[in-house]
Structure formats: structure tokens, C-alpha cells
């Protein structure tokens, strides 16, 4: 059975114990765990397991596609049984939380607006997140829509539902009642107002593409 994830359950939990179920040289796998693993361009939580830093968090194998394995220093000595406590940076973990909702509202609204352009990449980390989209001409001509959109979005403080379409698979939504409704695996907030104020900037990466660079304005 695959790690249960429990910053599906809370987001803003910060700590668990847990036991090690699983050693190979320093990847350590975990019968549960607070730490995400880079996945859908959300960046790993940055925290420790048993007091070593996690160095590296990926999602799959050939043999578990649903496992969450942690890279930890050498010499971290912990067995399979060990007993654990696991901690992530809260603080970057309210960022990513905002900061990959925000990104997820800002792609919706494109989609909307703009035909559904190519998606080329995604990125979100605590500082920023960023969308690039297959775009001829300037994409900040969408800025003044996007403003207004999201600015009314979370001024209203939706709620956001944030379930399994299929647990078997872990194939996660999130839904907004009267607005969308997502297939994504990341870690979502209750409500829109949590994404707080946002500001957007337009960057050309070249080759035909634009991106949309995604900031807190606290």
C-alpha cells in the first residue's frame, strides 16, 4: 500500500509521525507523510524526516506509480520500522498553496477567454509561479481581464471542493460551484480568498511562446 497522503486532507498541516516502510541506500519510503512530492509543476515541500533534510521528493516507480519517495543525506540510519517525524516549512507551504491556485484560476480564465491556447510548461515554487503558452503577440493584453476576474474571485471567497474523481487511481479535483470543476493533484486552499492579492507579469521566453509570471502582492 502507497504512503497516505495527508496534505490532501489538510493542507495546512505542518507535522506527523510516521513510520519507514521502505530503505534503498538514502531513498526512504513513508506509511504517511506531510511532505509533497514534485508533481503537475507544484515544486516538492521543503522539510526534514527524522531531523535530515529532505533533498529530493518524486512521485512513482516502475513497480508503485502512486508511491512518494524521499531522498535523505547519507548516513541518515533509519531502518525500515524506524519511527519518524515528519516537518515541512509552513510558511512555503501557504505560499505554494496560493501561488498554485492562483496559477490554476489564471489557466482557467485563459482557457475561457482565449480558446483553450497550448499549454507549454508550468512551474510553481514559494516565490513565484509561472505559465508559458504556445501565444502569437503580447499575452498581457489579457492582463486587464485577468486583474478583474481574479480580483472579483477572491474578493467572493468561494468555497473549493478538493476530492478523489477516482481514488483507486489518486485522480484529484478541485471545484468551484458555478465556475469550474479541475483535475489536478496538487494541494488547494479552502476557499478563493485565501489566494489573497496577486499580481501578474508578462514574460517572452521566444519561440512563439509567452509566459504569464505569477506573484504574491502581500
Known amino acids: 500500500m502507497s504512503v497516505r ?4 486532507d489538510d493542507p495546512a498541516l505542518t507535522e506527523t509521525e510516521a513510520v ?32 535530515h533534510a529532505i533533498l529530493k ?29 515528519v516537518c515541512i516549512d509552513g510558511e512555503a507551504r ?6 498554485h491556485f492562483a ?32 501565444w502569437q503577440g503580447n499575452i498581457s493584453v489579457a492582463f486587464p481581464m485577468l486583474h478583474e476576474r481574479l480580483s472579483a474571485l477572491v474578493a467572493a471567497d ?10 483507486s487511481t489518486e485522480v484529484r479535483y478541485w471545484s468551484i460551484e458555478g465556475f469550474a470543476r479541475v483535475r489536478c493533484g496538487g494541494t488547494h486552499p479552502a476557499s478563493t480568498g ?3 492579492r496577486i499580481r501578474l507579469r508578462r514574460e517572452n521566453p521566444g519561440s512563439g511562446r509567452e509566459r504569464i509570471v505569477i506573484l504574491l502582492d502581500d
Open 5 to 8: 497522503k495527508l496534505f490532501w
Open 20 to 51: 519507514v516502510t521502505g530503505v534503498e541506500n538514502d531513498v526512504i519510503t513513508l506509511d504517511r507523510t506531510v511532505a509533497f512530492a514534485f508533481s503537475g509543476g507544484q515544486e516538492s515541500d521543503r522539510g526534514t524526516i527524522a531531523g
Open 57 to 85: 521528493a518524486v512521485k512513482g516507480s516502475p513497480c508503485d506509480p502512486l508511491e512518494l519517495y524521499y531522498t535523505l543525506p547519507a548516513g541518515h540510519g533509519l531502518t525500515p520500522g524506524s519511527r519518524v517525524t
Open 94 to 99: 501557504r505560499r505554494l498553496v496560493r501561488l
Open 103 to 134: 496559477a490554476e484560476l489564471v489557466l482557467e480564465l485563459v482557457n475561457r477567454h482565449y480558446d483553450h491556447p497550448e499549454k507549454t510548461g508550468a512551474h510553481i515554487s514559494p516565490d513565484k509561479a509561472r505559465l508559458d503558452f504556445a
Open 158 to 167: 468561494l468555497p473549493i471542493e478538493s476530492s478523489f474523481e477516482d481514488e
Open 194 to 196: 485565501a489566494v489573497g
